[in-house]
C-alpha cells in the first residue's frame, strides 16, 4: 500500500493556519517514519515503544496547550490535530499523550502549587517523566463518585488505602494522579510517586483491544503520602471531571485519524484487488461503503475544528465535548468494521493496520466516559431531566 494521502473532501486544510498545518505534519511524519514501522511487533507483544516517549517530548506533544514549564503554549486546533496524527498511528500512542497532557499535566498546572508544577511539569513535557491517571475502580467505572479509595490524615501525612483498575501507563509512570475521599465524604487529587511504600501495581493481560499500551491495576495499602501531594486548589468530582473535558477533546479528533487511516487503507486496496476481473472499489456495494466513510469522517472533523476554535475562544461546553466523543469514536469504530469488512480476510491480520484500529476503538468506545454514559450527558444537557440513575 502507498504512503497515507490523507482525508480532506471539503478542503478543510484552508480553514487551518499555517502553524496548525505544520505541526499537524511534522506529527504526521514522525508517525510514518518512526511508529508505523515498529507498532504491529508491539501489538503482538503487548508492549508499548517506551523508548519513543522522549521523543514524543521533543516534538512538544505533551502538555502543549500549557503556557511556561516548558511547554509549547499551542491552541486547542494544533493539540486536536496532535492527537488526530497519533491516533493514526494506534489509539494506545494517543492515549499516552492523552494520559500525560489531558489528565496528569493539566491537573498538576489548574489544580498544583508552584512547587508540585516545578516539580513535576518541565520533566513530563520533556517525557522524562510519565504520569498516570486513577479515577476508575473494580466497582465505580461510569459512576465514580461513588468511589471506595480514601485518604485519611494522620499526623504529616495523609494515608491511602484502595484500588483503582485499568489505569494506562500505570506500572510505567513516575507519578499517579490519584483521587480519593476523605472523612467529610469529598474527593480530593493526590500525586503517588512510584517507589511509595504500599503503592503497587499490577499490569493487566490478555487484552484484545489497546494491546500496544499499558494497563494496570494501582493498589494502595496504608500508602503514605506527604500533605504536600494533595492538590491545594481542588474539591470534589469536579475535579476529575474537568479532566476528562481535556482528554475527551483529544479522543473526539483522535478518532477521526484512526477512521482516516482504516478509510485510505481500505480505499487503496480495493482498487488494487481484483474480483469478477475487475478492482473491487468498482462494486456498487463497495462505493456505497467507502461513500459512506468519507462522508462520516468529513462530519466528525468539521465537529472537532468547530469544537476547537470555541474551545479556544474559552466557549466549548462539556456537553459539547460529549457529542464529539460520542460521535466521533462511534463514527470511527463503524469505519473500522467498514474497512474490514472492505478487505475480506486480508483485513484480519496486522499485515495491514485496519483490525488492530478496530480492536483498540472498542476501548475508546468505552473509556473517558462509554457511549451510553455521554449519550445521557447530552440527554440530561438538553431535557433537563437525570436519565443516570437514582
Ligand atoms: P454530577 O452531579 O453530574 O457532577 C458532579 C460535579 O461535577 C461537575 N461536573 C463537571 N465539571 C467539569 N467538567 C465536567 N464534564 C463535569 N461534569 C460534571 C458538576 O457540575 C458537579 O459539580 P458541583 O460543584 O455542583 O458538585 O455527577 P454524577 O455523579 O451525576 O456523574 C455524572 C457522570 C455520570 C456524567 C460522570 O460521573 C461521568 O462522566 N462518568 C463517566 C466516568 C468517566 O468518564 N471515567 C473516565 C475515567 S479516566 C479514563 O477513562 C482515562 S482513559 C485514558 C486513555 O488511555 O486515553
Ligand atoms: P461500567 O460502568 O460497569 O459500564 C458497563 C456498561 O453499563 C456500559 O455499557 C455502560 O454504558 C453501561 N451503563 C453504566 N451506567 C449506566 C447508566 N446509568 N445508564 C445506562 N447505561 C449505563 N480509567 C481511569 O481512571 N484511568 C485510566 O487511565 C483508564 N484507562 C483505561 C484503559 C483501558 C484500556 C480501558 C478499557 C479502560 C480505562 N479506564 C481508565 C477505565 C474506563 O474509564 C472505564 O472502563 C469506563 O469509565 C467504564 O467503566 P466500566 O468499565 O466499569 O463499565
Redesign the pocket.
Known amino acids: 500500500m502507498e504512503k497515507f494521502r490523507g482525508v480532506d473532501y471539503y478542503a478543510i486544510e484552508g480553514l487551518l493556519s499555517e502553524e496548525e498545518r505544520m505541526i499537524r505534519d511534522a506529527v504526521r511524519d514522525w508517525v510514518e517514519a518512526e511508529f508505523l514501522p515498529v507498532v504491529a511487533e508491539h501489538h503482538r507483544a503487548g508492549t508499548f515503544p517506551l523508548s519513543l516517549i522522549p521523543k514524543l517530548g521533543e516534538l512538544g506533544v505533551f502538555g502543549a496547550t500549557l503556557t511556561g514549564y516548558g511547554c509549547a503554549g499551542l491552541n486547542n486546533v494544533a493539540y486536536g490535530l496532535i492527537m488526530q496524527e497519533l491516533e493514526r498511528g494506534d489509539s494506545g500512542l494517543r492515549s499516552t499523550a492523552s ?1 500525560q497532557s489531558g489528565l496528569v499535566m493539566y491537573p498538576i498546572y489548574t489544580y498544583g502549587s508552584d512547587a508540585q508544577k516545578e516539580k513535576w511539569l518541565p520533566e513530563m513535557a520533556r517525557g522524562t517523566k510519565i504520569g ?5 475502580e473494580p466497582d465505580h ?3 465514580p463518585g461513588g468511589m471506595k479509595t480514601r485518604a485519611r490524615r494522620q499526623g504529616d501525612a495523609y494515608v491511602l488505602n484502595g484500588t ?1 483498575l ?3 501507563n500505570g506500572s510505567i509512570a513516575d507519578v499517579a494522579v490519584v483521587w480519593a475521599k476523605e472523612d467529610d465524604g469529598e474527593i480530593y487529587g493526590y500525586l503517588v510517586e512510584r517507589g511509595t511504600p504500599g503503592f503497587s501495581t499490577i499490569d493487566i493481560h490478555g487484552k484484545f ?2 494491546r500496544a ?1 499499558i ?1 494496570s491495576e494501582l493498589s494502595f495499602q496504608d500508602c503514605r503520602i506527604p500533605l504536600e501531594n494533595k492538590f491545594p486548589k481542588v474539591k470534589g468530582l469536579r475535579g476529575p471531571l474537568g479532566c476528562l473535558n481535556q482528554a475527551r477533546y483529544g479522543i473526539a479528533w483522535g478518532a477521526v485519524g484512526a477512521a482516516m487511516a482504516c478509510y485510505d487503507w481500505s480505499l487503496q486496496y480495493a482498487q488494487q484487488r481484483i474480483q469478477f476481473a475487475k478492482p473491487i472499489a468498482s462494486f456498487q456495494l463497495v462505493q456505497q461503503k467507502l461513500v459512506w466513510m468519507i462522508t462520516e469522517i468529513t462530519k466528525a472533523q468539521l465537529l472537532c475544528l468547530q469544537l476547537g476554535r470555541l474551545k479556544d475562544e474559552g466557549q466549548a461546553r462539556p456537553q459539547q465535548v460529549s457529542m464529539a466523543k460520542m460521535n466521533n469514536v462511534q463514527m470511527a469504530l463503524d469505519t473500522a468494521r467498514l474497512a474490514r469488512d472492505v478487505m475480506g480476510a486480508a483485513g484480519i491480520v496486522d499485515e495491514h493496520p485496519v483490525i488492530r484500529h478496530m480492536m483498540n476503538l472498542e ?1 475508546v468506545n ?5 457511549h ?2 455521554h449519550t ?1 450527558i447530552i440527554g440530561r444537557d438538553i431535557t433537563g431531566l437525570d436519565a ?2 437514582v
Open positions: 494520559v498516570c491517571f486513577g479515577l476508575t467505572g461510569s459512576d483503582k485499568w489505569i494506562t483491544s489497546m499500551s494497563t476501548t468505552t473509556y473517558e466516559g462509554t451510553d454514559i445521557l443516570f440513575g
